[in-house]
């Protein structure tokens, strides 16, 4: 139980499929009060129920500011605290450099990059009023490798903005023991990569891949739990990366 009576919050985890709901789910089952922050009310609300009657889901667009302090007040009233964000809520769009409009542009670094500041700027006050909390920022390999396979040019520029973004607040939030840290998946099979992939992609993909075999979303799961408790008291600025070895 490494998040017993803590209060999460994990953006994106209303699509049964993806990180963030392998994430509320094993947050839930270390004994958190999870918060699923997703676009969709119903969607949200069900994601949540499925976890069990303590737990809440909230629809909030995370680059819209007003939405995003609309659901965290819901938060504060229901729970009191916010232990654990979890800044997971991310579009991908894969066109290439030459292809990117203003409109693509503004989409992808809106929900990744925007969205990650606009969560963050809403619990850092009762983070630090409580003096302590922990941010985790859902960036990608992408960021790192400069491209992938589903995101774009703009997709690896929000991804490496994180980074940044996440870097600093864990300089600025560190004396009130608020850590900010960031995972960089691989490829792992979520609803991004769902009958995507033919064979001859597969096998040029996993080639590149150490461990050989694509990740799945408990693997992300895993490292936001470690990232998100007390297993990790004395980590932040940190960037884990959960990719089979992609890098080495
Ligand atoms: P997904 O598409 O399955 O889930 C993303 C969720 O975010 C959806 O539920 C969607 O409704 C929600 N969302 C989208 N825009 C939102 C907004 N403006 N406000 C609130 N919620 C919003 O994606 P996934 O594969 O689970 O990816 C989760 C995160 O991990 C993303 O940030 C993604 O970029 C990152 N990532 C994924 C992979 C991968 O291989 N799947 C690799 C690296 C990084």
Redesign the pocket.
């Known amino acids: 139980m490494l998040l017993k009576d803590k209060v999460a919050i994990v953006?994106?985890?209303?699509?049964p499929?993806?990180?963030?709901?392998?994430t509320a789910k094993l947050f839930a089952e270390n004994g958190a009060k999870v918060v699923i922050?997703?676009?969709?009310t119903e969607?949200s609300k069900k994601a949540a129920a499925a976890l069990g009657e303590q737990h809440l889901g909230v629809a909030?667009?995370?680059?819209?500011e007003q939405q995003v302090q609309a659901a965290i007040e819901q938060v504060i009233a229901k729970y009191g605290r916010v232990d654990v964000l979890v800044?997971?809520?991310?579009?991908?769009q894969p066109i290439k450099t030459m292809d990117i409009k203003r409109e693509n542009y503004d989409a992808v670094l809106?929900?990744?990059l925007r969205?990650t500041l606009l969560m963050s700027q809403a619990v850092i006050p009762t983070m630090r009023a409580q003096k302590s909390g922990s941010i985790v920022c859902?960036?990608?390999?992408?960021a790192q490798r400069g491209g992938?396979i589903?995101?774009g040019p703009h997709?690896s520029a929000a991804?490496a903005g994180v980074l940044g973004l996440a870097r600093a607040m864990a300089r600025e939030l560190g004396p009130d023991n608020v850590r900010v840290n960031c995972?960089?998946?691989?490829?792992?099979?979520?609803?991004?990569?769902a009958g995507k992939l033919t064979d001859e992609m597969t096998a040029n993909i996993l080639a590149g891949i150490p461990m050989n075999r694509?990740?799945d979303?408990i693997d992300?799961a895993r490292a936001a739990l470690f990232l998100g408790s007390d297993l990790s008291s004395y980590s932040t600025g940190i960037t884990l990366d959960v990719n089979g070895g992609m890098l080495i």
């Open positions: 953006t994106g985890a209303a699509s499929r993806g990180l963030g709901f392998a922050v997703d676009l969709d969607a909030a667009n995370v680059a819209n800044n997971n809520a991310g579009i991908t809106d929900v990744s969205g859902i960036s990608s390999v992408s992938g589903f995101g997709y991804k995972i960089t998946p691989g490829l792992i099979q979520t609803d991004i990569t694509l990740g979303a992300i």
